[in-house]
């Protein structure tokens, strides 16, 4: 009997605790809100210490508040906190496997710590998570996001499966269409990156990023004319686009080969890059309180290689030899003869874009636009670097 | 039906029924515990606020310790302190009887106490109000005096495994300190209860971690030096922490009597006085304990907040409010941990882990050195962390520590606090053997007393046909202390033939309890003052008996058989 009564009693003071619980939850959470408040506040300031003290605080009264965790998450990582942010992430991953905030916050934490794998797991778990229909774009981002992570950790391949990925749902947003555009030709595949362009292009004809982004896919597929095309519209051209469009001028206007010339106008264009080649050649070889004209400087070249400095020297000399002679009797040709075959000019662009070669072997660097362009040239009509 | 299997069937029954009233103790002291963590919560609450301001923390820990020094003096005399000594003393000595009002004063004057932000725990006052919610049911059941005390132990363990949600430790701390005996027939009782509290208290607060652990790795085998360093330390913290308390609680008790009613609230304008320099030391403080943990504490506030908090528990503990010295020793521990990982940290010439981990074990390391409960830290830290990885560099420290304080301060801090108050534990007989010769065989019941108003004249006349080496002072129910011939002798001849015998008493003399063996009796007697006091171990006031030499040789004359067991 006395049993019974202890045991009736035992769930009246449960119910009573309950109770008691529920009230002080209810109390913590108001206290709670003052405190996350007031961590905003203190990270609005700048005060990173204060706003985590105040965060820590506010998940201690409310340990089930997605949000508040996630605020401290951040600030912790903020404040170079990675291992104590990941624990409170995990926690809240262990609750809340499906939320994919919570796994994007934990692959920025791995990212950060050059963990390529873990990073790249938990980017995939928050892409694999529940996003509401509301939640595309922030989706997409995520996606954008691992894809800028791939390249820098420079796998390629694993960047453009995510990006075919993306290409879908690019559809219909400018923006990201632009973005994806730009992470395709930084994966290396201007095709789809023109693809991604060129719509845009199409229906905003002075969208500047769009313009540039096509024009510079259009160059990598030695698509000049359009390259051409497309970059003539940009307002305000970065140094790399400017560098493209100036290349991508001389590749259409210096080219020898280029059909409906004349003869005389073919010589000009041959000769021209020949010197042009020989003047970087000589940059490249010569000492550097020396530098001389090619013409000057074609004949001595047992003399520069027999100077004092024999450290400028380290190429093949034999065949730089062979290329400087033949250049010059190339432009002592051109400068007295008349129309030359097709051939010929070819052999011309040929000794240039060997002269090009050697240079770049030897010094490095691409040179001038010209310099780049006579390789594009050489290229565009088959005759490709060995 | 036999009467043997009758018998047989009744102890069945009774051990059914008291499986089940474990089962309801462990319910119910899980339940009070965990009313009286909210309590302490919803009290800070309302006297702080959200955030407090100077005003409130240095007036509230003050004004309220007020309130609670009358209550504790005038109304709850038990519900002082921890509660963990009290409540093995009431187990060892008293049957495990613990009246009504013990655990009501406890609860009230520990939300009280550590509400307004003393720096003292919430596990040994919830430790104290299991035991007392189980004594006083069992006694409410009308059950065996047995009974009563089996189910001290089993409502202490349910009482400490929902306030620390760690069920096996509570265990493991019931049968190390209530019982004294790891090898006790409680166990069955015990593990129920504790499991049926944890239950219970993950029913209503949830399943949320009492900390946030890091993931534990010993990165170098080298770094067990580290941890060997922290146990050291631990073992020196330790040491400096048990005898800080234990003096500054002698110097409170040897104020006025008619202070004491006012030792709590000095205590609160000294607590008052360190929460304006650093708040964080306010209450139990286990928000910090896990910043520590996850590495979100530099070093200098490590050591800033250890050594406040040890200054603060030990004012809080001394000048007599109701709190418990467990979850300080943690705080400490884990302070000091921190702080040794991250010295080892910047000066290891090999990789060495996170400083969290090393705060870990140091909470294990200076709770072992302070409770000295080796056992039940070691299960504590392997609880929260659930890692086994954990438990060398545990054990490494925590026996370095324990062995530095049982060193330096060899009797344990609950058991030194319980003989502040005049209570002795009986020894631990770890060998079971017992069976010989006690005091109580060897002692005169009727021992002869001189009166302490009475003149060392009246006295010396009084004694001169008793051939003892010495006479107790005082009378039955209360011992003044001890006078030997030697001193009546020396005053009679000094010319002090005139003063009273109490102001030549010697008023701590060498004294023994009724259980202790004869070989204690002969060691005692011999530094004694001719004549040795038998004691009551819950009141060493209140005399039992008396030994002198000559009653030990008078027994022996007579040829007694050594007892054995059965006897």
């Known amino acids: ?386 | 039906m036999s009467a043997g299997s009758g018998l047989q069937q009744f102890r069945l029954r009774e051990n059914q029924l008291f499986l089940v009233l474990s089962i309801v103790i462990g319910i119910l002291a899980g339940l009070l515990a965990v009313l009286f963590t909210l309590g302490i919560e919803r009290a800070s609450r309302v006297m702080f606020g959200v955030t407090p301001s100077a005003l409130r923390l240095f007036f509230v820990p003050s004004l309220v310790s007020v309130v609670t020094g009358i209550l504790l003096v005038k109304v709850f005399h038990d519900a002082r302190g921890s509660g963990v000594p009290q409540t093995v003393a009431a187990f060892r000595l008293n049957g495990g009887v613990i009246s009504p009002r013990v655990p009501i004063g406890k609860f009230i004057t520990g939300i009280l106490c550590i509400g307004s932000g003393h720096s003292l725990g919430r596990e040994g006052p919830s430790l104290q109000l299991g035991a007392g919610l189980a004594s006083v049911v069992g006694q409410w059941l009308r059950l065996s005096p047995a009974r009563v005390k089996e189910l001290v132990p089993v409502g202490a363990a349910g009482a400490l495994s929902a306030a620390f949600n760690t069920p096996v430790a509570a265990v493991i701390f019931a049968l190390e300190e209530v019982i004294g005996d790891m090898n006790a027939t409680l166990l069955g009782s015990t593990v129920v209860a504790s499991v049926a509290a944890v239950v219970v208290e993950r029913s209503i607060l949830g399943n949320e971690p009492l900390f946030r652990v890091p993931a534990y790795q010993l990165v170098h085998p080298a770094e067990l030096a580290g941890y060997a360093l922290l146990g050291l330390v631990g073992g020196v913290i330790s040491v400096v922490f048990c005898r800080l308390l234990l003096r500054l609680r002698t110097y409170f008790m040897s104020l006025p009597p008619r202070t004491r009613i006012w030792q709590p609230a000095m205590g609160g304008v000294a607590i008052g006085a360190i929460l304006l320099l650093v708040p964080e030391v306010r209450g139990v403080g286990y928000p910090l304990v896990d910043q520590a943990l996850n590495g979100g504490l530099v070093l200098r506030t490590m050591l800033l907040l250890g050594s406040v908090k040890l200054v603060a528990t030990v004012v809080s503990y001394a000048s007599g409010n109701a709190g418990g010295i467990f979850a300080p020793s943690l705080f400490i521990g884990a302070m000091t941990g921190g702080a040794i990982g991250l010295l080892v940290q910047s000066v290891a010439p090999f990789p060495t882990g996170a400083p969290g981990a090393y705060a870990l074990v140091g909470m294990g390391a200076l709770f072992a050195g302070i409770i000295r409960a080796p056992m039940t830290s070691v299960f504590m830290i392997f609880e929260i962390t659930q890692d086994y990885q954990i438990l060398v560099p545990l054990m490494v420290a925590n026996l370095l520590s324990f062995a530095i304080s049982r060193h330096y301060q060899p009797q344990p801090v609950y058991h030194a606090l319980l003989q502040q108050d005049g209570v002795h534990l009986p020894f631990a007989d770890p060998t079971g053997s017992g069976g010989g010769w006690t005091a109580r065989d060897v002692m005169l019941a009727e021992p002869r007393f001189v009166g302490p108003n009475q003149t060392v004249e009246e006295a010396w006349r009084a004694l001169q046909d008793d051939a003892a080496g010495g006479w107790l002072v005082g009378d039955r129910e209360y011992l003044v202390g001890v006078i030997s011939r030697e001193q009546l002798e020396g005053a009679m001849d000094g010319g002090r033939a005139l003063e009273a015998v109490s102001t030549l008493a010697v008023e701590s003399p060498e004294h023994v309890h009724s259980d202790h063996p004869i070989e204690v009796v002969l060691e005692r007697l011999a530094s004694g003052e001719g004549v040795l006091p038998v004691v009551r171990r819950h009141d060493g006031r209140r005399v039992e008996g008396a030994i002198t030499l000559a009653d030990v040789t008078r027994f022996v004359g007579k040829g007694r058989r050594r007892p054995v067991a059965g006897d």
């Open chain 1, 1 to 386: 009997m006395l049993l019974s009564v202890l045991i009736a009693l035992t769930v009246v003071v449960y119910g009573l605790t309950q109770a008691a619980a529920s009230s002080n939850r209810d109390m913590h959470r108001a206290d709670a809100v003052v405190r996350f408040q007031q961590g905003e506040e203190a990270q609005r300031l700048g005060d990173l210490d204060s706003a985590i003290a105040w965060f820590r605080e506010a998940v201690a009264d409310s340990p089930d508040d997605r949000g508040y965790r996630l605020t401290l998450a951040a600030a912790l990582a903020s404040g170079q906190l990675d291992d104590e942010a990941e624990r409170v992430l995990l926690e809240l991953r262990e609750r809340l496997p499906e939320d994919p905030e919570v796994s994007l916050q934990l692959a920025r934490i791995e990212a950060r710590r050059f963990e390529g794998a873990g990073a790249r797991r938990y980017y995939q778990n928050a892409l694999a998570s529940l996003w509401t229909s509301a939640q595309g774009d922030e989706r997409r981002q995520v996606r954008v996001e691992l894809i800028r992570f791939l390249l820098d950790q420079g796998e390629r391949t694993r960047a453009l499966s995510e990006l075919l990925a993306l290409t879908p749902e690019v559809a219909g947003d400018v923006d990201l269409q632009v973005q994806a555009g730009q992470l395709l030709l930084e994966a290396g595949d201007a095709r789809l990156a023109l693809d991604m362009f060129a719509p845009v292009v199409n229906d905003r004809p002075d969208a500047q990023e769009a313009l540039a982004g096509a024009g510079e896919a259009a160059y990598r597929l030695r698509e000049y004319a359009d390259a051409d095309r497309y970059l003539s519209g940009v307002s305000f051209p970065t140094e790399l686009i400017a560098d493209i469009r100036a290349v991508t001028d001389l590749i259409l206007h210096a080219d020898p080969l280029a059909p409906r010339l004349g003869a005389a106008e073919r010589r000009r264009r041959l000769s021209m890059i020949v010197t042009q080649a020989l003047h970087r050649s000589d940059e490249c070889f010569a000492p550097p309180e020396a530098i001389r004209l090619p013409e000057v400087s074609l004949s001595p070249v047992v003399n520069v290689s027999a100077g004092a400095d024999s450290e400028v020297w380290p190429g093949p000399e034999s065949e730089l030899a062979s290329l400087w002679n033949a250049s010059e009797q190339l432009l002592s040709g051109l400068a007295t003869r008349s129309p030359q075959p097709r051939d010929g000019i070819e052999d011309g662009l040929e000794l240039a874009r060997k002269l090009e070669q050697v240079v770049t072997d030897v010094c490095g660097g691409a040179g001038e636009p010209l310099d780049q362009a006579i390789v594009q040239i050489a290229a565009r009509h088959g005759l490709e670097s060995e």
